[in-house]
């Protein structure tokens, strides 16, 4: 726990008050961006999802050092996965109720929450004069499409309900293993009407009652091999 952690603690019988439930979140409208079968699965089928490999794990392992490593620049920080673990139905009421309060503070995995989608911001900045600097890290050197399509929900989500932005950075590898942050609003900002169309896309493809009819093709393997591929050559 940080220094900032006194600035709240929220009691156990207060946590339900903060409960929203979502349709999206990052990774799944990521699944969507894929492939719209791949969404409908990993709802509706989540068992027949075979494990990620081994690969993918360490990279994980590389990219969750990276981003404690960024953190730790930031004084009077909240972590609320420290609070929360997994109830991801409480991360962005929590955040809601911390961000009334006007004392400057830094919120690690901040739940922000609109048009049903939820999205968990890597650190999510409170200023003096009550605007908001949204910092996302990623373990890559390069903005390859996949990590626009996930800076590009954050941004929508963040910009619609983040009344006073101020900025939505990325944080990459730099030269000599430093940060590198890039300022993205402005790009982002342009593609907030095709991120709106597709979220009421997806929302739809969730509720069908069967999975699209979509064949085996090289979005099978673009970004990721997907983990349902078994499931879907039989
Ligand atoms: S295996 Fe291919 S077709 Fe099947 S859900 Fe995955 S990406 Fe879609």
């Known amino acids: 726990m940080n220094k900032a952690d006194n600035l709240y603690k929220p009691k156990k019988e207060d946590l339900k008050e903060y409960r929203k439930v979502h349709s999206l979140s990052k990774s ?58 997994n109830q991801f139905h409480l991360y962005a009421g929590l955040t809601e109720e911390l961000l009334e309060t006007p004392e400057p503070k830094n919120i690690f995995e901040a739940g922000v929450f609109y048009n049903e989608v939820l999205v968990l911001t890597d650190v999510l900045q409170q200023n003096e004069d009550g605007s908001y600097i949204v910092y996302e890290v990623k373990y890559t050197n390069k903005l390859k499409p996949v990590v626009m399509w996930d800076l590009a929900l954050q941004y929508y989500v963040c910009k619609n309900k983040l009344k006073n932005l101020q900025s939505f950075n990325v944080v990459m590898i730099g030269k000599k293993g430093k940060f590198k942050i890039n300022n ?3 790009l982002l900002e342009k593609q907030m ?19 699209p009819e979509i064949k085996i093709g090289s979005q099978c393997f673009r970004p990721y091999k997907c983990q349902f591929f078994d499931y879907c050559r039989l």
């Open 28 to 85: 799944t409208y990521v699944k969507g961006k894929q492939c719209a079968k791949m969404l409908y699965l990993n709802k509706h089928k989540p068992k027949l999802k075979k494990a990620v490999s081994k690969q993918t794990e360490v990279l994980f392992t590389f990219g969750k050092k990276f981003e404690t490593d960024f953190r730790s620049k930031f004084e009077e920080s909240i972590h609320l996965t420290e609070v929360l673990g």
């Open 184 to 186: 993205m609003t402005h």
């Open 193 to 211: 009407e095709s991120v709106a169309v597709e979220i009421e896309e997806y929302k739809k493809i969730l509720k069908q009652e069967k999975a």
